[in-house]
């Protein structure tokens, strides 16, 4: 039933790479993602559902090493 768990990415989608989401894990070891653009626009939720395949505010991390190649 865990197929493809070594790989977040499928589950997560766009927050993972997203330079505005902030990784928050419990102490009972659950993982969330917090998106910081919710503090300053109301549009965004501060807990997204996931994964999340389409986003407006969606910005790719500079140390991506895939945006960097891009340069």
Same mark, same amino acid.
Do not use: H, W
């Given at each position: 039933?865990? #197929?493809?768990?070594?790989?977040?990415?499928?589950?997560?989608?766009?927050?993972e790479?997203?330079?505005f989401?902030?990784?928050?894990?419990?102490?009972?070891?659950?993982?969330?993602?917090?998106? #910081?653009l919710?503090l300053?626009?109301?549009?965004?939720?501060?807990?997204?559902? @996931?994964?999340? @395949?389409?986003?407006?505010?969606?910005?790719?991390? #500079?140390?991506?090493?895939?945006?960097?190649?891009?340069?």
């Amino acid at each position: 039933m865990e #197929q493809g768990s070594s790989k977040s990415y499928p589950r997560v989608g766009l927050c993972e790479t997203c330079k505005f989401t902030r990784r928050i894990e419990s102490d009972r070891g659950s993982i969330f993602y917090m998106c #910081q653009l919710s503090l300053t626009d109301a549009s965004f939720p501060k807990y997204p559902r @996931l994964p999340v @395949l389409k986003c407006a505010g969606y910005k790719r991390k #500079q140390d991506d090493p895939e945006e960097s190649a891009d340069n």
